[in-house]
T-cell receptor, first 108, second 115 residues
Framework: DAKTTQPPSMDCAEGRAANLPCNHS???????VYWYRQIHSQGPQYIIH???NNETNEMASLIITEDRKSSTLILPHATLRDTAVYYC?????????FGTGTSLTVIP | DTEVTQTPKHLVMGMTNKKSLKCEQH?????MYWYKQKAKKPPELMFV???????INESVPSRFSPECPNSSLLNLHLHALQPEDSALYLC??????????????FGEGSRLTVL
């Protein structure tokens, strides 16, 4: 499985877009990029996933570079409730391995 | 029903006790997972059941014994645990155990303290 690397922490002003980067330079062609988040002491929550194309849902947008070596999760209008640890996962098969994640703090 | 339910939410046990953690889902999912999470660390995969068969055991010590009685239930039997086993134990499920549908649904976890 490809390893992902993320910055350990980020801040974002409330109401602004939060852009969370992820590097996955060893990703293979059939590995999806998944994003989860974990609010303190709760179970992780699925956000979005993609393979090659950019994806958008009601929670976020996922931008994957053309060479698939990196991606960015975008929360368009961050709220205080978006404060959480965000995990980027390169997934294939049935094994989800979490990396160290990015702790996002949304500041009022 | 899109929930994964874990019981108990909190468990305190001694090193000689035998206890079990339970996990239930009614989404018709065929893959179920146990993760262990220590404070300020990411979840670590322990076991994966696919179509009620153990498909992955991440070299977990035998004092942790998983069981999948049917497609909706997953247990984790605990025996002779050590204080360092204290952690949040997370259960998850996904639609298909062959990796075709990767979205995992997580429960809220069972917080275990071993004295």
């Amino acid at each position: 499985d490809a390893k992902t690397t993320q910055p350990p922490s980020m801040d974002c002003a409330e109401g602004r877009a939060a852009n969370l980067p992820c590097n996955h330079s060893t990703i293979s062609g059939n590995e999806y990029v998944y994003w989860y988040r974990q609010i303190h002491s709760q179970g992780p929550q699925y956000i979005i996933h993609g393979l090659k194309n950019n994806e958008t849902n009601e929670m976020a947008s996922l931008i994957i570079t053309e060479d698939r070596k990196s991606s960015t999760l975008i929360l368009p209008h961050a709220t205080l409730r978006d404060t959480a640890v965000y995990y980027c996962i390169a997934f294939t098969g049935n094994q989800f391995y979490f990396g160290t994640g990015t702790s996002l703090t949304v500041i009022p | 029903d899109t929930e994964v339910t874990q019981t108990p939410k909190h468990l305190v046990m001694g090193m000689t006790n035998k206890k079990s953690l339970k996990c239930e889902q009614h989404m018709g999912h065929r893959a179920m997972y146990w993760y262990k999470q220590k404070a300020k660390k990411p979840p670590e995969l322990m076991f994966v059941y696919s179509y009620e068969k153990l498909s992955i055991n991440e070299s977990v010590p035998s004092r942790f014994s998983p069981e999948c009685p049917n497609s909706s239930l997953l247990n984790l039997h605990l025996h002779a645990l050590q204080p360092e086993d204290s952690a949040l134990y997370l259960c998850a499920s996904s639609q298909d155990g062959r990796g075709l549908y990767g979205e995992l649904f997580f429960g809220e976890g069972s917080r275990l303290t071993v004295l």
